[in-house]
């Protein structure tokens, strides 16, 4: 699946979702919801300030059925791609996997150093 990459099409603070299975599913993370087509990728926000926090996310199927629950770590100078992944064997859960990246702070106008 090709992603943008730029900070505009992912920005600082997000997380990316990108459903590799077949099947249609929903996100809610941090009281947002969307829709998670097959073969699809969703960006949300993840709303926290700059000390970061932990933001709710819930994976359910389209027939709502939850697959994935739990509170993430989100911080305003990363963002976190989640890909989900189709289960190994009929029976089981979809897997989820998590890759992220820290951002380096824009510096202010005034950040204590010398100027060169």
């Known amino acids: ?3 943008d990459d730029s ?3 992912f920005p600082v603070g997000t997380f990316r979702f990108v459903n590799c299975s077949e099947q249609s599913l929903t996100v809610q993370l941090a009281g947002q919801g969307g829709s998670l087509p097959p073969r699809g990728m ?3 926000g993840s709303g926290v300030n700059q000390q970061g926090g932990m933001v ?3 994976i359910s199927s389209a027939e709502g059925e939850h ?3 739990t509170r993430l770590i989100a911080q305003a100078s990363g963002r976190e791609i989640v890909f989900i992944s189709p289960p190994d064997a009929e029976d089981e859960l979809p897997a989820v996997r998590f890759v992220s990246q820290l951002l380096p702070r824009e510096l202010s106008g005034s950040h204590g150093g010398s100027s060169r």
């Open 1 to 3: 699946l090709p992603m």
């Open 56 to 58: 709710p996310c819930v």
């Open 67 to 69: 697959i994935f629950d």
């Open 7 to 9: 900070l505009q099409g």
């Open 42 to 44: 969703l960006v949300m």
